[in-house]
Each structure stands twice: as C-alpha cells, then as structure tokens.
C-alpha cells in the first residue's frame, strides 16, 4: 500500500474483553513499531520489530500486552482482559531499517476506548 | 534515565509570522538523534524535522529550523512564515537505546 494501514480505526470493548489491533507496515520496510498515546499525552513507545522478532519488549505495559509479526509484514497487538487505563490511541509506524537512521512512517491508528 | 520535555503546552501565533517552540531532553549519550513531529487532526504523525547529535550544524527544512544546543540539551523548532496547515500538535523525540522517547506536546494555533 501507499502507507502505513491500520485497523480497526476505533474500538470500543467492555472491561475483561480481549482485543486485538492490526497494522499492515510499508511493504517492504523491515522495522515496525508500536505505540500507545493517552489523551493529551505524549506517545509511549511499546515494542518494536526487526523482521518477525522483537529484540526488547520492555516497554509492553503488563503482561497483558503481546504483539507478533508474521512473515515480516502484518503485525497484531493483543490486549488480553482490557482495562479502562487501557483506553488510548495505539499508533504503528515502520521504517525501511531499524534505528534513527531511517524515517517512521505512521499509521493513523487504532482510538481503543474500554467502557 | 531518558526523558525529553515540553514545557509549552499550546502556543498560538499570526499567520505569517515566526514561532518557537522549546524542547529540552536528558540522556547520558553522546550519540543520539533528535527529531519534531507534527500531529494534526487526523491523528498522522508527520516528520518534520530530524538532527543526528554529532553534527553541529542545526538542520533546516524549508520553513522549519532547528536551534541545537547541545551543551544546554535544548532543541527547539522555530517555523518561519506560519501558515494556518501548520496548526497541529507538535512533538519532540529523542532516539536513543533503540528506542524513540517522545515529549508531551505542544498544541499551536495559527491565527488568520
């Protein structure tokens, strides 16, 4: 595609569902990102892919949070028994290499409100 | 520990005039890239700007500059000749450790 795609664009879940965001990256780009933005908040950096390995998931908020990618394409964020602090806006972005070195694309994504 | 902060949380100025924007971080690297994104309505973050540490030289892009200090750890944006597409949602970020570490914002409204 043109850009960076994700989906759905917004999610509204009760408390105790699981929920699961989608981003399709640039083809071709190798790095794929998460993030989570609260309101009013800066972004909050989650994971991020080399290929179909994330080297340091540190920054997954709980162990309630998991992310894969297959086939160094799609990526899908899992958020197992939602919480209402989980309510945020989970942007994705890739670039054609890991590191600074390259630019982030962003995707528009995905308003997750958790009632 | 690395932190990047704005101390500006909404700004406004005439079309056509000059802004600035502050950006202050910590890191306790030497080698690092520092950078200002645009968020508008839309929710798409948009590049603005990008500044690897070793270069002295402050980065310029078109309308958009840089003012680097790296001594002082400041990095702000000034946009010259503000247009009203300007008015978004400003971040500064710091990439360092693998990592991308982003400031709160600042909201600028641009005044016709």
């Known amino acids: 595609g043109a850009g960076v795609s994700q989906s759905p664009s917004n999610k509204v879940t009760e408390k105790g569902k699981d929920v699961e965001l989608r981003c399709d990256p640039i083809s071709g780009h190798t790095a794929l990102y998460w993030y989570r933005q609260s309101l009013g908040q800066g972004l909050e950096f989650l994971i991020y892919?080399?290929?179909?390995?994330?080297?340091?998931k540190s920054g997954l908020p709980s162990d309630r949070f998991s992310a894969e990618r297959t086939g160094g394409s799609v990526s899908t964020l899992t958020i197992q028994r939602t919480q209402q602090e989980d309510s945020a806006v989970y942007l994705c972005?890739?670039?054609?290499?890991?590191?600074?070195?390259?630019?982030?694309?962003f995707g528009p994504g995905t308003r997750l409100t958790v009632l | 520990a690395q932190t990047v902060t704005q101390s500006q949380p909404e700004m406004s100025v005439q079309e056509a005039e000059t802004v600035t924007l502050s950006c202050t971080y910590d890191?306790?690297?030497?080698?690092?890239?520092l950078f200002w994104y645009k968020q508008p309505p839309s929710r798409q973050m948009i590049l603005v700007i990008r500044q690897e540490a070793y270069k002295q030289q402050n980065a310029t892009e078109n309308r958009f500059s840089v003012n680097f200090q790296k001594a002082a750890k400041s990095f702000s944006l000034k946009i010259s000749d503000s247009q009203l597409g300007d008015a978004a949602m400003y971040f500064c970020?710091?990439?360092?450790?693998?990592?991308?570490?982003f400031g709160s914002g600042t909201k600028l409204n641009v005044k016709p």
């Open positions: 890191t306790s690297e030497s080698d690092y890239y």
């Open positions: 970020a710091l990439y360092n450790f693998n990592k991308f570490y």
């Open positions: 892919f080399q290929g179909n390995s994330a080297p340091d």
């Open positions: 972005a890739s670039s054609l290499m890991r590191g600074a070195g390259d630019t982030q694309y």
